[in-house]
């Protein structure tokens, strides 16, 4: 490719709107614009890097067994209503009606149309197990999208969904995805962990979330530097330690006065105690009734081990008027003593502490001596709340670390969570009608590549992995009005198309300091610079993006050496 033919309109300056380096760096490298909010156009530059990540992943997929197909963005509500989702799905789903009055999503995801397609399509067990994937466009109407192609509204997924005869075809699946997914986060280079995850609003009984360790990633990562135990932070847990404090004698109740005092760190300043002597006491309202969840105060509660928990679809925080009403005190003095009508449940964490302080469901008093059993019932103790740093691994006891991720592809097992409701059956061994056992397997292909820019920068701009490269070599001649500068930068250039390398040569009449500055932008990972002082001495430089490092080499060294290493890449 010509440079001076190719649109890459580089930007000098930082896009104000960029929160984080690989939106900003793909933006400025000429790779993508914004049309609307988290609605991005790849320019061409971008669409050769997507359809680098598109080809690894097709490969991946094929090899496994997996088929491509490809269904429609939009959908009808029919399927949804069958499958339950089309009252659950909320504002993401975005949603709209035809000239005939129907209503229509755009898909967000697409169990319910390959539902659909495979209740018609398959008859027998002999057919099974079957794994169809597509590569295309979905849309979430995001209520934050933001950073770019890491959330946005409209992006490419990798969608596969696997129809098997039972759990164990299911399982058996799972398992060639989660390699096919290895090799192709590995392939593109990524620093990445497999780690357990919930389930969420798709549900099923197993998942694993796979996410490139990188600063700005939204999720929290818990691992455990001693065993292989990896989980997200909705997933996570620690050691519970049974053997208890509870020797504690158990001191006389008292109230005390705590005017304006509410928060735990206030609570525990004013009455000059740590806050894990202190337990939260938090009204939420869900689905399934109001619940009281009880948290050391130094503690998080884990809203979707909770949901979880009390088999809640929708789960938040009660508001002034329903926490006064259901304890009879305002917000910020809500304690268990005495509540009644309400499930309470309490974190395991909980359980251990004797003598510790509540709110007293009053305004301005707390209770100081509280002991469960004596004072107030739990109706049931469970792990709901969230891991922090040093926490016991559940599997080993060594200290858990938390960073952060880029969730980049999940899997789940999804069982007959839309096969029973949509009705999509197959004729077993037997000659039974039985529903399909599935699992469903994504990627998000932007995603993927600015997590990629996440992992490889530096303050010029990228460092692309050579597999995801838009080119692998750059040729740079320094003076294009010069003849010799231009045959000898021609010759390379065309020498390496001819083995099937992706050059791009930098045929503008620019500066060379415009152009070094293009490269090392877009992140070409090899640079070809031809100038005229050096080719008097029979040399060309040799620029390595990562390293930066410089050397002089002949011609024929620079093309036997480049086409040796493509040579050894393809391999
Ligand atoms: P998140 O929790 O980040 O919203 P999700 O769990 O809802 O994502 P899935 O339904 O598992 O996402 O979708 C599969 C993959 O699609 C994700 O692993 C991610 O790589 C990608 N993806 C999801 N939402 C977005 C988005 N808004 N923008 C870009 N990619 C996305
Ligand atoms: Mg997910």
Redesign the pocket.
């Known amino acids: 490719m010509r440079y001076s033919r190719f649109l890459i309109p580089t930007l000098r300056e930082d896009p104000g709107e960029a929160e984080v380096v690989s939106h900003r760096l793909m933006l400025r490298a000429g790779m993508t614009r914004k049309l609307a909010a988290?609605i991005y156009t790849y320019l061409p530059l971008g669409l050769r890097i997507m359809n680098k990540m598109i080809r690894i992943v097709r490969e991946e997929m094929e090899r496994i067994g997996a088929q491509e197909l490809l269904m429609p963005a939009v959908q009808p509500d029919e399927l949804w209503q069958e499958s339950g989702r089309w009252d659950l799905y909320g504002k993401e789903l975005l949603r709209f009606k035809d000239r005939h009055g129907r209503e229509f999503c755009i898909g967000p995801?697409h169990e319910e149309v390959i539902t659909d397609l495979m209740r018609r399509e398959i008859r027998s067990y002999r057919q099974l197990p079957i794994t169809l994937y597509q590569i295309q466009t979905?849309f979430?109407d995001?209520i934050r999208?933001r950073f770019g192609?890491?959330?946005?509204?409209e992006?490419l997924?990798k969608?596969a969904y696997s129809f098997g005869r039972d759990e164990e075809d299911a399982r058996e699946t799972y398992k060639s995805m989660h390699d096919a997914y290895t090799r192709i986060f590995n392939r593109c280079g990524l620093k990445f962990r497999a780690v357990e995850a919930d389930t969420?609003l798709?549900g099923g009984t197993f998942s694993h979330?796979?996410m490139v360790m990188a600063d700005t990633g939204?999720?929290a990562v818990v691992s455990c530097g001693s065993c292989e135990y990896a989980a997200n932070m909705e997933r996570a847990e620690s050691k519970v330690n049974d053997g208890g404090t509870k020797s504690e004698k158990e001191e006389e109740r008292n109230r005390v006065d705590t005017p304006g005092v509410k928060s735990v760190e206030e609570v525990s300043a004013f009455l000059g105690v740590r806050s894990d002597k202190l337990v939260k006491t938090l009204i939420y309202k869900t689905d399934t009734g109001p619940v009281a969840v009880l948290v050391r105060g130094d503690h998080e509660a884990n809203e979707v081990r909770l949901k979880n928990l009390i088999s809640a679809n929708e789960l938040m925080l009660s508001d002034q008027e329903a926490i006064e009403k259901i304890t009879g005190g305002p917000s910020g003095f809500s304690g268990p003593v005495g509540l009644r009508g309400i499930r309470i449940v309490a974190d395991h964490a909980v359980g251990q502490l004797s003598n510790f302080i509540v709110g007293g469901n009053e305004k301005d008093v707390h209770l100081v001596n509280v002991n469960i059993g004596r004072d107030f019932k739990v109706d049931q103790f469970s792990y709901i709340r969230k891991v922090l740093a040093g926490d016991p691994c559940p599997k080993c006891g060594s200290p858990l670390s938390i960073d952060r991720g880029i969730?980049?592809?999940?899997l789940f097992i999804l069982g007959k969570k839309y096969s029973e409701p949509m009705s999509a059956k197959f004729l077993n061994k037997k000659g039974e009608e039985a529903f399909f056992f599935m699992g469903c397997y994504?990627?998000?292909i932007?995603?993927?590549i600015a997590a990629a820019v996440e992992q490889n920068h530096d303050k010029d701009g990228i460092v692309w992995p050579i597999p995801l490269a838009p080119f692998h070599v750059q040729v740079i001649p320094l003076n294009v009005n010069n003849e010799k500068v231009m045959i000898t930068s021609e010759l390379i250039y065309g020498s390496l198309l001819g083995v099937g390398i992706d050059v791009l040569i930098d045929d503008r009449d620019e500066r060379p300091g415009v152009k070094f500055k293009d490269a090392d932008l877009i992140g070409t990972p090899y640079h070809v610079i031809v100038g005229e002082k050096n080719l008097n001495e029979g040399f060309v430089e040799f620029k390595d993006r990562r390293t930066r490092e410089l050397k002089k080499v002949t011609v024929e060294e620079i093309i036997d050496h480049l086409k040796g290493l493509f040579n050894r890449r393809r391999r």
């Open positions: 988290g995801t979905k979430r995001e999208p192609l890491m959330r946005g509204r992006f997924m969608d969420g798709i979330e796979f939204e999720e969730e980049v592809g999940q994504g990627i998000g932007g995603r993927t």
